[in-house]
Protein backbone atom coordinates (compact mmCIF):
# COMPACT_ATOMS: atom_id res chain seq x y z
CA UNK A 1 0.00 0.00 0.00
CA UNK A 2 1.10 3.38 -0.96
CA UNK A 3 1.27 5.98 2.00
CA UNK A 4 1.39 9.42 1.14
CA UNK A 5 2.09 12.01 4.09
CA UNK A 6 0.39 14.87 3.22
CA UNK A 7 1.02 18.00 4.94
CA UNK A 8 1.18 21.86 5.69
CA UNK A 9 1.21 25.30 7.60
CA UNK A 10 -1.80 26.03 9.81
CA UNK A 11 -4.18 27.00 7.69
CA UNK A 12 -3.23 26.17 4.03
CA UNK A 13 -5.91 24.07 3.04
CA UNK A 14 -4.96 20.70 4.49
CA UNK A 15 -8.09 19.53 4.75
CA UNK A 16 -9.28 20.74 1.51
CA UNK A 17 -7.44 18.96 -0.44
CA UNK A 18 -7.87 15.38 2.17
CA UNK A 19 -11.82 16.03 1.44
CA UNK A 20 -10.94 16.35 -2.06
CA UNK A 21 -8.47 12.79 -1.90
CA UNK A 22 -11.57 11.12 0.11
CA UNK A 23 -14.20 12.22 -2.52
CA UNK A 24 -11.70 10.30 -5.07
CA UNK A 25 -12.30 6.96 -2.99
CA UNK A 26 -8.53 7.53 -1.20
CA UNK A 27 -8.89 6.96 2.45
CA UNK A 28 -7.54 9.43 4.67
CA UNK A 29 -6.43 9.25 7.99
CA UNK A 30 -6.20 12.05 10.11
CA UNK A 31 -3.32 12.72 12.80
CA UNK A 32 -5.55 15.52 14.25
CA UNK A 33 -8.84 13.03 14.54
CA UNK A 34 -6.43 10.52 16.07
CA UNK A 35 -5.46 13.29 18.51
CA UNK A 36 -9.16 13.76 19.87
CA UNK A 37 -9.47 10.10 20.03
CA UNK A 38 -6.08 9.70 22.09
CA UNK A 39 -7.53 12.21 24.60
CA UNK A 40 -11.32 10.96 24.94
CA UNK A 41 -12.12 10.99 28.71
CA UNK A 42 -10.96 8.65 30.57
CA UNK A 43 -8.00 8.09 28.68
CA UNK A 44 -4.20 8.18 30.15
CA UNK A 45 -3.29 11.28 27.71
CA UNK A 46 -6.05 13.15 28.88
CA UNK A 47 -5.03 12.42 32.36
CA UNK A 48 -1.28 13.48 31.70
CA UNK A 49 -2.56 16.48 30.56
CA UNK A 50 -4.29 17.58 33.47
CA UNK A 51 -1.54 16.56 35.13
CA UNK A 52 0.66 19.10 33.61
CA UNK A 53 -1.13 21.88 32.70
CA UNK A 54 -3.52 21.71 35.06
CA UNK A 55 -7.50 21.14 35.50
CA UNK A 56 -8.45 24.26 33.44
CA UNK A 57 -7.87 23.20 30.54
CA UNK A 58 -10.57 20.37 31.14
CA UNK A 59 -14.42 21.13 30.57
CA UNK A 60 -16.90 20.15 33.36
CA UNK A 61 -17.87 17.54 31.36
CA UNK A 62 -14.11 15.54 31.74
CA UNK A 63 -13.45 16.87 28.08
CA UNK A 64 -10.11 18.75 27.11
CA UNK A 65 -10.88 22.40 26.31
CA UNK A 66 -8.84 22.36 23.36
CA UNK A 67 -8.89 26.21 23.27
CA UNK A 68 -7.82 26.83 26.74
CA UNK A 69 -4.99 24.41 26.00
CA UNK A 70 -3.85 26.12 22.78
CA UNK A 71 -3.69 29.30 24.64
CA UNK A 72 -0.93 27.86 26.42
CA UNK A 73 1.04 25.90 24.41
CA UNK A 74 0.74 28.29 21.23
CA UNK A 75 2.47 30.90 23.57
CA UNK A 76 5.29 29.15 25.13
CA UNK A 77 7.36 26.56 23.26
CA UNK A 78 8.28 24.59 26.44
CA UNK A 79 4.89 23.79 27.36
CA UNK A 80 4.24 22.85 23.48
CA UNK A 81 6.85 20.07 23.78
CA UNK A 82 5.44 18.92 27.00
CA UNK A 83 2.04 18.50 24.79
CA UNK A 84 3.88 16.62 21.67
CA UNK A 85 5.44 14.50 24.15
CA UNK A 86 2.30 13.28 25.22
CA UNK A 87 0.49 13.21 22.49
CA UNK A 88 2.76 11.95 19.76
CA UNK A 89 3.08 8.60 20.99
CA UNK A 90 -0.48 8.24 21.61
CA UNK A 91 -1.22 9.47 18.13
CA UNK A 92 1.30 7.15 16.44
CA UNK A 93 -0.09 4.07 18.12
CA UNK A 94 -3.30 4.97 16.67
CA UNK A 95 -2.36 5.58 13.44
CA UNK A 96 -0.09 2.31 12.41
CA UNK A 97 -3.54 0.23 13.97
CA UNK A 98 -5.65 2.21 11.23
CA UNK A 99 -2.67 1.98 8.59
CA UNK A 100 -2.54 -1.62 9.28
CA UNK A 101 -6.16 -2.34 8.99
CA UNK A 102 -6.27 0.24 5.88
CA UNK A 103 -3.85 -2.71 4.32
CA UNK A 104 -5.50 -5.86 5.39
CA UNK A 105 -8.67 -4.33 3.65
CA UNK A 106 -6.39 -4.05 0.23
CA UNK A 107 -6.42 -0.30 -0.44
CA UNK A 108 -4.24 0.54 -2.57
CA UNK A 109 -3.13 3.92 -1.67
CA UNK A 110 -3.70 5.66 1.71
CA UNK A 111 -3.10 9.56 2.97
CA UNK A 112 -1.65 10.25 6.36
CA UNK A 113 -2.31 13.90 7.19
CA UNK A 114 -0.61 15.67 9.90
CA UNK A 115 0.08 19.15 10.35
CA UNK A 116 3.28 18.57 12.28
CA UNK A 117 4.51 15.11 9.98
CA UNK A 118 7.71 16.50 9.61
CA UNK A 119 8.64 18.45 12.88
CA UNK A 120 6.74 15.18 14.74
CA UNK A 121 9.65 13.39 13.00
CA UNK A 122 6.85 10.89 12.08
CA UNK A 123 8.11 10.50 8.18
CA UNK A 124 9.01 6.97 8.76
CA UNK A 125 5.38 6.34 9.12
CA UNK A 126 4.87 7.28 4.91
CA UNK A 127 6.36 6.55 1.80
CA UNK A 128 6.61 9.88 0.60
CA UNK A 129 5.58 13.25 1.41
CA UNK A 130 2.94 15.59 0.21
CA UNK A 131 3.01 19.14 0.92
CA UNK A 132 -0.19 21.95 1.32
CA UNK A 133 1.35 25.24 0.49
CA UNK A 134 0.00 28.61 0.85
CA UNK A 135 1.65 32.07 1.22
CA UNK A 136 2.14 33.91 4.72
CA UNK A 137 0.02 36.27 4.08
CA UNK A 138 -2.98 34.04 2.89
CA UNK A 139 -2.02 31.73 6.05
CA UNK A 140 -2.39 34.67 8.28
CA UNK A 141 -6.05 35.64 6.50
CA UNK A 142 -6.99 32.28 6.64
CA UNK A 143 -6.06 31.70 10.41
CA UNK A 144 -7.55 35.02 11.46
CA UNK A 145 -11.34 34.33 9.40
CA UNK A 146 -11.10 31.08 10.68
CA UNK A 147 -10.57 31.17 14.24
CA UNK A 148 -11.79 34.91 14.59
CA UNK A 149 -8.73 36.15 16.56
CA UNK A 150 -5.93 38.97 16.25
CA UNK A 151 -3.07 39.44 14.09
CA UNK A 152 -0.84 39.26 16.51
CA UNK A 153 -2.70 35.79 17.89
CA UNK A 154 -2.10 34.50 14.09
CA UNK A 155 1.60 35.19 13.89
CA UNK A 156 2.54 33.02 17.09
CA UNK A 157 0.49 30.11 15.42
CA UNK A 158 2.10 30.36 12.68
CA UNK A 159 5.51 31.06 14.19
CA UNK A 160 5.23 27.29 16.51
CA UNK A 161 5.00 25.81 13.10
CA UNK A 162 7.77 24.98 10.86
CA UNK A 163 8.26 27.83 8.18
CA UNK A 164 5.81 27.33 4.70
CA UNK A 165 9.19 27.01 2.77
CA UNK A 166 10.67 25.07 4.09
CA UNK A 167 8.36 22.60 4.80
CA UNK A 168 7.66 22.91 0.92
CA UNK A 169 11.41 21.43 0.23
CA UNK A 170 10.27 18.67 1.84
CA UNK A 171 7.34 17.92 -0.48
CA UNK A 172 7.98 15.65 -3.31
CA UNK A 173 4.71 17.14 -4.40
CA UNK A 174 3.50 20.91 -3.69
CA UNK A 175 0.29 21.26 -4.14
CA UNK A 176 -0.45 25.41 -4.78
CA UNK A 177 -3.07 26.65 -2.48
CA UNK A 178 -3.09 30.34 -2.54
CA UNK A 179 -6.18 30.82 -5.27
CA UNK A 180 -9.47 29.55 -4.96
CA UNK A 181 -11.57 26.32 -4.03
CA UNK A 182 -12.42 25.49 -7.99
CA UNK A 183 -8.43 25.97 -8.81
CA UNK A 184 -7.22 23.62 -5.83
CA UNK A 185 -9.58 21.33 -7.31
CA UNK A 186 -8.29 21.37 -10.81
CA UNK A 187 -4.73 20.92 -9.15
CA UNK A 188 -5.42 18.10 -6.86
CA UNK A 189 -7.27 15.81 -9.54
CA UNK A 190 -4.43 16.53 -11.62
CA UNK A 191 -1.98 15.24 -8.97
CA UNK A 192 -4.04 12.48 -8.62
CA UNK A 193 -4.19 11.18 -12.34
CA UNK A 194 -0.38 12.00 -12.61
CA UNK A 195 0.92 9.95 -10.02
CA UNK A 196 -1.19 6.86 -10.89
CA UNK A 197 -3.55 7.11 -8.10
CA UNK A 198 -6.49 7.77 -9.99
CA UNK A 199 -7.55 6.55 -13.29
CA UNK A 200 -7.11 9.22 -16.61
CA UNK A 201 -9.91 9.83 -18.96
Not at 18 to 45: C, F, H, K, N, Y
Not at 68 to 87: G, H
Request: proline residues 4%.
Amino acid sequence: MRIIGLTGGIASGKSAVAELMTAAGIPVIDADQLSREAVLPGSTPLAFIAETFGNSVIDTDGRLNREALARIVFSDEPSRKRLEAILHPAIKSLAEQKLADLQRSGAPAAIYMAALLIEAGATDRVDEIWVVYTDPETQLGRIQKRDGVSRENALKRVAAQMPMDEKAACGRIVIDNCGTLDELKEKVAAVLIKEKIVPGN
